[in-house]
């Protein structure tokens, strides 16, 4: 998964979704990476892409074709 600018998405991200809401991605399951709260049994049968914890709605998931759809920033690295 890359946010608009190509940054490619990492656990722990702190990201601006459409330039407003805010979220943090806990599980990368592209790249296998969750954090213990989102474990793997419970999110990678989703199959691509990332959850994120947003201040919208809770756990959204999101993959490489919602992304490119809406601007996705990256604010901070984890």
């Given at each position: 998964?890359?946010?608009t600018?190509?940054?490619q998405?990492?656990?722990?991200d702190?990201?601006?979704?459409?330039?407003?809401?805010h979220?943090?991605?806990?599980a990368?399951?592209?790249?296998?990476?969750?954090?213990?709260?989102?474990?793997?049994?419970?999110?990678?049968?989703?199959?691509s892409?990332?959850?994120?914890?947003t201040?919208?709605?809770?756990?959204?998931h999101?993959?490489?074709?919602s992304?490119?759809?809406?601007?996705?920033?990256?604010?901070?690295r984890a």
């Amino acid at each position: 998964m890359n946010y608009t600018d190509g940054t490619q998405a990492k656990v722990g991200d702190k990201v601006l979704i459409g330039g407003r809401h805010h979220g943090v991605v806990v599980a990368d399951i592209d790249g296998d990476e969750y954090l213990s709260k989102y474990p793997r049994q419970q999110w990678g049968s989703l199959g691509s892409g990332v959850m994120i914890n947003t201040d919208f709605g809770g756990l959204v998931h999101y993959d490489q074709e919602s992304f490119d759809g809406e601007l996705m920033e990256l604010v901070k690295r984890a």
